[in-house]
C-alpha cells in the first residue's frame, strides 16, 4: 500500500516537473519575440494596494529598445551591472566581492544580483530572499541568457523593472515623472531613474532626495568614462 502511493506521489511529481520546463522553456522562448504584458510583482503590488489605502495604480507601457533613450541602457549598466556584456547572467566577482564583504562584517553590503537576475526575477517570478525563490532565479537567469539577446534582455528590463509606487518600465517612468518619452531622456534623467533602482519605492526620482542625487552624480561620471553601450 506505502509502495503503491510512493509510485503515485513520485509519478505525480515527475509529470509536475516536466510541465514546469516545459512551460517556462515555452515562456521563455515565447518573449523571445513578444513584449511581456505583465508580471507576477505587478500583479502582487497590485493586490497590496487593494488591501491598505493607497490608490491603485499600474502604469505600465511597453516600448522597443529603439524607442528608449540610450542614456537609459548605459546608466542601468554602469550602476547596476557593469559585467552585463560580459558575464554569462551571473558576476562571479562581484559575488565573491560581496561574500568577502559579509564575512568582514560589513554593515552595508551591495548586492551581486546582475540585470540578467533582475529581468529573470521580474518576469517570472515573485519578489522574495529565499532559497528556493534563488534556485528559480538561477534557472530562468540560465535560460533567457541562452535564449535572448543581451539587447532583448536589456530591452525586456528596461520595460519591466520597477521603477516607483505602481510605475512600471522606461516609458511609463518618464511621463510619470518627467512628462515626456522614454526616447527623449536626458543622460541626467536616466542616471536618476537608475539611481532609485535598488528601493523605487523609497526613492524619489523627482524631486531626488540627497542619497539619489550623490547616486546621480556618480552615475553620470561613471557614464562618461564607459563611452557607448553597443550590443552589436
Not at 23 to 50: A, D, H, N, Y
Not at 68 to 92: R, T, W
Not at 161 to 169: D, P
Not at 201 to 229: D, H
Request: aromatic fraction near 12%; include cysteine; charge should be positive.
Amino acid at each position: 500500500m506505502k509502495s503503491g502511493l510512493g509510485k503515485t506521489i513520485f509519478r505525480f511529481l515527475w509529470k509536475a516537473a516536466l510541465w514546469f520546463v516545459g512551460l517556462s522553456i515555452f515562456s521563455v522562448v515565447v518573449f523571445r519575440f513578444i513584449p511581456v504584458p505583465i508580471t507576477p510583482l505587478m500583479l502582487i503590488r497590485c493586490g497590496e494596494q487593494m488591501f491598505s489605502s493607497d490608490e491603485l495604480r499600474l502604469k505600465h507601457d511597453w516600448v522597443s529598445i529603439d524607442e528608449i533613450s540610450k542614456n537609459l541602457p548605459l546608466a542601468v549598466v554602469c550602476s547596476e551591472d557593469q559585467n552585463f556584456m560580459n558575464h554569462s547572467g551571473f558576476d562571479l566577482d562581484a559575488i565573491q566581492r560581496s561574500v568577502d564583504a559579509a564575512k568582514r562584517g560589513a554593515k552595508r553590503v551591495r548586492g551581486a544580483s546582475t540585470i540578467s537576475q533582475q529581468t529573470a526575477k521580474n518576469v517570472f517570478l515573485w519578489p522574495g530572499r529565499s532559497w528556493i525563490r534563488k534556485g528559480f532565479e538561477v534557472y530562468f537567469t540560465v535560460l533567457i541568457e541562452f535564449v535572448w539577446s543581451k539587447e532583448r534582455i536589456m530591452e525586456v528590463y528596461l520595460n519591466s523593472i520597477e521603477m516607483g509606487k505602481g510605475v512600471y518600465g522606461a516609458e511609463s517612468a518618464a511621463q510619470f515623472y518627467w512628462h515626456t518619452s522614454a526616447k527623449n531622456l536626458s543622460r541626467t534623467q536616466a542616471a536618476t531613474l537608475a539611481a532609485v533602482l535598488p528601493n523605487p519605492r523609497k526613492y524619489s526620482a523627482n524631486p531626488p532626495g540627497p542619497y539619489v542625487q550623490e547616486r546621480i552624480g556618480w552615475i553620470v561620471g561613471q557614464m562618461g568614462q564607459w563611452g557607448t553601450l553597443r550590443f552589436k
